[in-house]
């Protein structure tokens, strides 16, 4: 299973991007789908995530971002919308599902894409 990320960019505080993250190759089941980010010199946290029906956000992002899915485009997008200077980060598509009937559930991870908003 690959994941493709795109939508990243710079952007000015306040504004707003849309990230997209489209899941290809070998899929039988999807559970989750998400987004993490890292900025330099900080460990990958969690952003938002999509599981079974429900939705998880960072308590620092609540309100200002939106994640959901298209099942059957096996995508998931971010909205972000206020942007703040640290905000920027690289923000890394998730996904958590199999390649096959037969297979175990495993966590997948986009390249990451770069976003960058300035004050």
């Known amino acids: 299973m690959l994941l493709l990320e795109s939508g990243g960019g710079l952007v000015q505080a306040g504004g707003s991007l849309r990230l997209s993250c489209a899941a290809s190759?070998?899929?039988?089941?999807?559970?989750?789908m998400g987004w993490y980010r890292q900025a330099p010199g900080k460990r990958r946290e969690l952003v938002a995530i999509?599981?079974?029906?429900?939705?998880n956000y960072a308590n620092s992002m609540k309100g200002r971002v939106t994640v959901s899915r298209d099942h059957a485009k096996n995508t998931v997008y971010l909205q972000m919308s206020n942007l703040e200077p640290e905000d920027t980060a690289v923000y890394y598509c998730?996904?958590?599902?199999?390649?096959?009937?037969?297979?175990?559930?495993?966590?997948?991870w986009g390249q990451g894409t770069q976003v960058t908003v300035s004050s």
């Open positions: 998730y996904a958590r599902g199999a390649t096959t009937r037969f297979a175990t559930q495993d966590d997948y």
């Open positions: 999509s599981t079974s029906g429900r939705t």
């Open positions: 190759g070998s899929i039988f089941s999807i559970d989750a």
